[in-house]
C-alpha cells in the first residue's frame, strides 16, 4: 500500500514508520506544524508539536530512508483543539484535547488529505490493535502493553477510519521499541515521552484559560448553598478536584472536599465530599461507532478516563436521540461532563460518546446533574 506516516519527532511514531517500509508498503513521511508559533510550544519532553520534534521527524525520515514533508495544520488545529478545548472549560465542562485531535486532526484532515493525494492509509505511533477478522471486519483493540495502551484516545475513530489506519505497534512494549530504535539508528531511541498539553506552553492550564476568558470572581458553596470560599473563575476548576480550593473553613467533619458541580453561567463551584462525588449512571452525546452496533442495549465495560479503570455498565443506546446511557455496577469518582465514555467489550472498543451528564449516588432517581 501506499502509507503516509505521521511523524512526531518522537520515538514511536519513528519506529511505526520503520515497520511500516519493512512490511513492503511504500511509506512517505509527514510532520503536523500544528502551531502558528512554534517557538511559543514546550521544548525538550513537555511537548510534541515543537520546532526540535520537526527537526527529529526529519532525522528519522532520512534514517529510515524515506520522503518526508511538513504539513502546516496549525489553523485546523487552533480551531479543532485549542478553540474547543477553551469554548469547553468556558462552558463549566472538561475536555480531553488528545482525543479530539485524533478525532479532527489525525484522523479526519490527515487521513482525508492523504486519501486525496492518493494513499491508501494512514500510519501512526499509537499503541493500539487493528484485528482483521476473515470477512475483512476489522476492530480495533487494546495494545498488548498496558502501561502505553492509547485506545482509548482512538475511540473516536469509526469503521471507515480504521478500515485506513495502521498501528504497527500494537503488539509491542515500549522497551522494545526503544530498544528497535536504537538498532535501526534512531538519534530518537532515547528521547523522553512528551506529557501534558502540548499548546500550553508552561503546563499551567488555569493561567492559558484566564488569558483567554478573563478573570471573574465568583463563590465557593457546599451542597448546602452556604459560601466556604471564592474563586477567580470558574472555568479553572474540575469535578473531583480536591487541591486549590483554598476553602477558608474546614468541613464540619474535617474531611476533604471536592468539586462537585461547576455552573459557568452563576460562576460558582459547588463542593462536597467524596461520598457526594460518587457517580452511578453517565450519559453521552455525539456517539461514534468503531463498528456495528448489533443491540440498543448490551453489557460492557466504560473507560471515562484516559488512564482510568473500566467498569462494567448495562448500556442503552437511544438511536432516535443520539444518546448512550451507561448504568454503572460500581460507583466512579471524578466524572464531568465534557470527558469522553469509551466502551469496551474485552479489549475491543466497541465506540465513544461525550458525557453530557451523569447522576450521583447521593441523588434521587430521576435528578441529572451535569450541563
Not at 68 to 78: C, N, P, Q, S, T
Not at 145 to 167: C, H, I, M, N, T
Not at 295 to 316: I, K, N, S, T, W
Not at 346 to 367: D, F, H, K, L
Request: aromatic share 6%; charged share 25%.
Amino acid at each position: 500500500m501506499r502509507v503516509l506516516a505521521a511523524m512526531s519527532g518522537g520515538v514511536d511514531s519513528a519506529v511505526a514508520a520503520a515497520r511500516a517500509v519493512e512490511a513492503g508498503h511504500e511509506v512517505t513521511g509527514v510532520h503536523l506544524a500544528l502551531s502558528k508559533n512554534p517557538q511559543s510550544f514546550r521544548t525538550g519532553a513537555r511537548g510534541c508539536c515543537t520546532v526540535e520534534d520537526s527537526r527529529d521527524a526529519r532525522r528519522a525520515a532520512d534514517v529510515i530512508g524515506i520522503p518526508f514533508y511538513i504539513w502546516d495544520l496549525a489553523e485546523r488545529f487552533h480551531a479543532d483543539v485549542v478553540d474547543d478545548f477553551v469554548s469547553e472549560y468556558a462552558a463549566g465542562r472538561t475536555p480531553n484535547p488528545c482525543l479530539r485531535c485524533n478525532e479532527k486532526i489525525k484522523f479526519s484532515a490527515v487521513l482525508d488529505k492523504a486519501l486525496a493525494l492518493g494513499f491508501d492509509a494512514v500510519c501512526t505511533g499509537h499503541y493500539a490493535r487493528i484485528v482483521q477478522h476473515s470477512n475483512g471486519a476489522r476492530e480495533l483493540h487494546r495494545a498488548v502493553d498496558p502501561a502505553k495502551d492509547q485506545s482509548y484516545v482512538l475511540g473516536v475513530l469509526d469503521a471507515e477510519q480504521l478500515a485506513r489506519a495502521l498501528f504497527p505497534l500494537g503488539d509491542s512494549l515500549k522497551t522494545d521499541v526503544r530498544a528497535e530504535a536504537d538498532r535501526r539508528g534512531l538519534a530518537v531511541a532515547d528521547k523522553p515521552d512528551s506529557h501534558d498539553i502540548c499548546f500550553i506552553a508552561d503546563g499551567d492550564t488555569r493561567r492559558f484559560l484566564a488569558e483567554r476568558l478573563g478573570t471573574e470572581t465568583g463563590p465557593i458553596v457546599d451542597t448546602t448553598g452556604a459560601v466556604v470560599g471564592s474563586h477567580s473563575g470558574a472555568y479553572g476548576f474540575t469535578i473531583g478536584q480536591r487541591k486549590g480550593l483554598r476553602i477558608g473553613d474546614p468541613a464540619g467533619d474535617g474531611r476533604p472536599r471536592y468539586v462537585l458541580d461547576i455552573s459557568p453561567v452563576t460562576n460558582t463551584v459547588t463542593v462536597g465530599t467524596t461520598e457526594e462525588l460518587a457517580v452511578t449512571e453517565v450519559s453521552g452525546s455525539h456517539p461514534r461507532w468503531c463498528g456495528p452496533v448489533d443491540a440498543e442495549e448490551f453489557e460492557c465495560l466504560v473507560q471515562m478516563r484516559a488512564h482510568g479503570e473500566p467498569v462494567p455498565a448495562a448500556v442503552r443506546y437511544d438511536v432516535e436521540q443520539g444518546v448512550v446511557t451507561a448504568q454503572l455496577s460500581s460507583p466512579a469518582r471524578g466524572i464531568a461532563p465534557g470527558q469522553t465514555a469509551v466502551l469496551y467489550d474485552g479489549t475491543r472498543v466497541i465506540g465513544s460518546a461525550t458525557i453530557s451528564a451523569t447522576r450521583r449516588a447521593t441523588e434521587q432517581a430521576g435528578t441529572r446533574a451535569g450541563h
